[in-house]
C-alpha cells in the first residue's frame, strides 16, 4: 500500500476527474488494500473479496465526478465497497466463509492444539460476523477492524453518527449473543 499526503492525494483526485488514468491508478495503489479488507471482512471470501474490490474501483472512475473535494476519499471508497459487497454476496448468495484454510493466523509458531484451537475460533469469530444482518456487520467492521471513526463511518454510509453508535451498539451485542452461544456449544461438546 503506498501512502500519500492529504494534499497529494487532493491533487491526484483532481486530475482524475479531468481524466488522467494515471492520477486515479495512484489512488487506487494507495487505497488498494483498505477496500480489499473492509469487503473480505463483509463477505469471508477472498475470490468474491477480490471481485468485489475491482467493482468497487470501476464503480469509483465512473462515479469520480461525484465525489466532492474536502471529504474524506476513504470514506467514498469504503462506501462503494461496502455497498458492492452486499450486492455481490446477494447475487453470488455466499454468505459462509470458504475454508478454514483461508484464515491468516498471527501467531507463527503455535503447537497443533494451539493451531486447531485458533482456527475454530477464527472461523467461529468470522461466521458469527458473518452471519450479522448487512448494516450492522458494515459498521462493525468500518469501527473494529478498519479503526474509522465513528464520523468517518458515518460519512462512508451517508448515515448520521448517532445511527453509526446505535448499530456499532447492535451489532456488538448480537454478536457477543452468538459468540457466548458457540462458545456454550463448544464447551458441552467438549464435555460429552
Not at 491526484?12 to 488522467?20: E, N
Request: glycine share 4%; with cysteine.
Amino acid at each position: 500500500m503506498t501512502s500519500i499526503s492529504q494534499a497529494n492525494e487532493i491533487e491526484l483526485v483532481t486530475r482524475a476527474q479531468a481524466g488522467d488514468r494515471n492520477a486515479f491508478h495512484e489512488l487506487v495503489r494507495s487505497h488498494a488494500q483498505g477496500v480489499l479488507h473492509v469487503i473480505y471482512r463483509m463477505c469471508g471470501d477472498q475470490q468474491v473479496a477480490e471481485d468485489a474490490a475491482q467493482e468497487t474501483f470501476i464503480q469509483a472512475w465512473l462515479r469520480l465526478r461525484s465525489f466532492r473535494p474536502g471529504t474524506s476519499l476513504r470514506s467514498w471508497l469504503y462506501r462503494i465497497a461496502v455497498n458492492t459487497a452486499i450486492d455481490m454476496l446477494r447475487k453470488e448468495k455466499r454468505i459462509l466463509p470458504g475454508a478454514v484454510e483461508d484464515l491468516h493466523l498471527k501467531d507463527p509458531q503455535p503447537g497443533p492444539e494451539a493451531l486447531a484451537a485458533n482456527s475454530e475460533r477464527a472461523a467461529t469469530v468470522q461466521e458469527a460476523v458473518l452471519s450479522l444482518p448487512d448494516a450492522s456487520r458494515a459498521v462493525l467492521i468500518l469501527r473494529e477492524y478498519e479503526g474509522l471513526s465513528y464520523q468517518e463511518i458515518a460519512e462512508a454510509l451517508d448515515i448520521p453518527v448517532g445511527t453509526v453508535m446505535s448499530r456499532l451498539n447492535y451489532a456488538r451485542k448480537l454478536l457477543r449473543e452468538k459468540l457466548e452461544v458457540q462458545l456454550f456449544l463448544s464447551a458441552e461438546a467438549e464435555h460429552v
